[in-house]
């Protein structure tokens, strides 16, 4: 018994040594003596200078922990701000017995004050790849990093047994954003981050708060629970984000296999918001100037994303913008060669609401505008990578103020050439379709289409796209142009092509051919006041046509209407949209219109066309009617007996013409 005594005594007193030691030792241990050594060990993990300005603190019983302050991190050479990293104050413990059957309890992992500056530099470099690295040393490039991370073992769980952690938390941290190629700065204020209830059997609910330009944002939700190897198995959760005062977000379902192969399936919500209102709250401008100051002014998603790194498809979407709605479901494989085929359907869309406004029309003698910088090349390499296949339905919709039905177009291409076929839709009691090749292997694109439109009535639709009443009736038209160029500017200079284009049982409105034959003075110069806007109506108006570098030419375009035929033939310039035509008349002794071929004699007074789209001008050809001896059939012949001839009432005429 003595023995046992003596035995327990001796643990006894082993025992309170060793906590007599645990405890007076870190008293003894002069830990600053060691901050250079442990500053020189992170440097060379880190890459980058880190001094503690500081005194390091330890404890060992009952809680091991260290503490220290003021640790910073400096920015490597070349960068304008000095610290990458601040951390004001760093405290962690730990209960000490328990790690020695693996069984972690946190009291406090506390953060106070980090400080974290991410930029980037003028010629694009980030200060954040070299993190890990000796200066000067570039990154490696994403191909190795990719196949580095797919060697790496996943392991056999975590080298532990159980898990809990008291408090958890990062408090005042901030976040700065740098761009020097922009110039922009930007910060994330009062960074705070409170985790709770960290086990391996149980959910870990967290807390994310921050202010970005004042205005408070908040993330919060629950991940779990871990298990004992969070790399495999399910890993549930669920996230809420709440930003802005309008904005809310919810993110639910779980993620898979992180160690080897993940794999996510989340179900997406955004409730109704708006980005306009966002904006405003941020203190800047909406990002996109839109021809109607309320567009995005609500919007919504919803959706399921499932899949894994190498694919991704997105099902049951649900998108509101404004007053549209709009489901769409994706698939999407390969990111490094995009295969992507996908659906949309939209049930009605102003188009017109989110194009830049109209520019008001510049006076003739404004100011010419500074020539503008040369415009970077459009770099169509990654659409040269891409495989698309893809359809757009749409009930109702409004593009450059035209109304239409029933829209279809379906995309699909690869190697940098697509096809657009069909892309069609019905308007104005007809309907219209076309199909179109695009070609972007190279440095400039190359586009072909092909255009079909049959009874469509032109009179609402020339209404509401040009907001001018010029012409009626109804339009059908083929034609087939190509051209090469992404700007407007290139499109037009490079345009060619061919095309027919007739209007039947119409009416050209505003011009009075008949009015012109019967009286110059009225119809050129002064014409009399009418409460009806004059018109020359038809049975039939053919435009064919062709376009050599934006300059388009007609040749035998016509108008068949009854006791009148007209042809015409001239350029539309459309690279400097000026009009250069001349119309010939010809009152002709028949009523049929339309079908009518024969050869007539009748009255024969050339019209000029001038001047430019937005503003023609209309003047007879005298040259045209003196060189083909036309005063004779406009005057008539000389009647016996009286007193003017000939010539001295073509004289009247034009005295007549010039008043």
């Known amino acids: 018994m003595k023995a046992i005594k003596w035995a327990l005594v001796s643990v006894a007193v082993v025992i309170a040594l060793l906590l007599a030691i645990v405890l007076v030792l870190p008293h003894f241990i002069d830990l600053q003596k060691y901050k250079p050594e442990i500053e020189k060990r992170i440097s060379d993990n880190l890459g980058l200078p880190v001094s503690i300005k500081g005194d390091l603190r330890l404890s060992l019983f009952p809680w091991a922990g260290i503490a220290f302050s003021e640790l910073r991190v400096a920015n490597p050479p070349g960068f304008k701000e000095e610290t990458l990293l601040f951390v004001k104050s760093f405290d962690v413990k730990v209960k000490l017995i328990p790690l020695l059957s693996r069984d972690i309890q946190v009291k406090g992992f506390i953060v106070e004050g980090p ?3 991410l930029e980037k530099k003028e010629d694009g470099k980030a200060n954040w790849e070299q993190i890990g690295k000796p200066s000067g040393e570039p990154p490696p490039p994403p191909q190795e990093r990719e196949k580095a991370g797919k060697e790496k073992p996943s392991g056999e769980g975590l080298p532990i047994k159980s ?8 408090r005042n941290g901030s976040l700065i954003w740098v761009d020097g190629t922009s110039g922009a700065r930007k910060e994330i204020k009062n960074i705070g981050l409170e985790i709770k209830d960290v086990s391996l059997d149980r959910p870990v609910t967290f807390l994310l708060t921050a202010g970005m330009d004042a205005i408070p944002v908040q993330m919060e939700g629950k991940v779990g629970p871990l298990g004992s190897d969070p790399m495999k198995g399910s890993l549930p959760l669920a996230v809420s984000l709440k930003a802005f005062k309008d904005l809310a977000v919810d993110l639910k379902g779980k993620v898979q296999d992180l160690g080897s192969r993940p794999k996510f399936d989340l179900a997406l919500e955004v409730a109704p918001f708006s980005p306009r209102k966002v904006m405003q709250s941020l203190g800047q401008d909406f990002p ?12 919504s998603l919803k959706c399921r994303i499932k899949g894994n790194p190498d694919r991704v498809s997105i099902s049951d979407g649900a998108m509101g913008l404004d007053d549209s709605k709009i489901g769409f479901s994706a698939n999407l494989k ?6 992507l085929n996908f659906e949309m359907k939209i049930d009605r869309v102003d188009v017109d609401r989110y194009l830049p406004p109209q520019s008001e029309k510049k006076g003739s003698r404004e100011t010419p505008a500074k020539p503008q910088s040369k415009p970077e090349k ?3 390499s990654g ?3 891409a495989v698309l296949n893809g359809e757009i339905r749409a009930g109702e919709m409004k593009i450059m103020s035209a109304r239409i039905q029933n829209g279809l177009v379906k995309v699909r291409g690869r190697d940098g050439v697509f096809h657009v076929d ?3 839709f019905s308007a104005y009691e007809g309907t219209v379709s076309s199909k179109a090749e695009i070609d972007v292997r190279k440095d400039v694109p190359n586009t072909k289409v092909e255009l079909s439109m049959n009874n469509v009535k032109a009179r609402p639709l020339l209404n509401d796209v040009l907001k001018k009443d010029i012409l009626d009736g109804t339009a059908k038209a083929k034609m087939a142009l190509r051209m090469e160029g992404d700007t407007p500017d290139k499109i037009k200079k490079t345009l060619n092509g061919s095309g027919d284009l007739r209007f039947t049982d119409g009416a050209i409105i505003g011009i009075d051919i008949p009015g012109m034959v019967r009286n110059l003075k009225s119809a050129f110069g002064s014409p009399a006041k009418s409460a009806e806007k004059p018109k020359t109506d038809f049975a039939e108006l053919a435009v064919p046509f062709s376009v050599k570098d934006g300059v388009v030419q007609t040749k035998g375009s016509s108008i068949t209407s009854p006791l009148l035929r007209v042809t015409a033939e001239g350029t539309a310039d459309l690279n400097q949209e000026t009009l250069d035509m001349r119309v010939e008349p010809k009152a002709v002794g028949t009523l049929k219109g339309q079908g009518d071929t024969k050869e007539r004699s009748g009255i024969m007074v050339p019209v000029l066309v001038t001047g430019t789209f937005s503003d023609p001008r209309f003047a007879p050809d005298l040259k045209g009617v003196l060189e083909k001896g036309l005063q004779e059939r406009l005057l008539g012949p000389k009647q016996e007996g009286e007193g003017q001839s000939t010539k001295d009432k073509l004289k009247d005429v034009l005295r007549g013409f010039g008043k």
Do not use: H
């Not at 898990?163 to 990062?170: I, R």
């Not at 390969?334 to 295969?339: H, L, Q, T």
């Open 163 to 170: 898990l809990a952690v008291g408090e958890m938390s990062v």
């Open 288 to 299: 996109v100037n839109t021809a109607d100051p309320k567009a995005f002014g609500a919007v």
């Open 383 to 385: 659409l040269r990578k």
């Open 115 to 117: 400080r974290l500056v």
């Open 334 to 339: 390969d990111p490094a060669k995009p295969d």
């Open 422 to 424: 069909p892309f069609g």
């Open 378 to 380: 459009t770099d169509y």
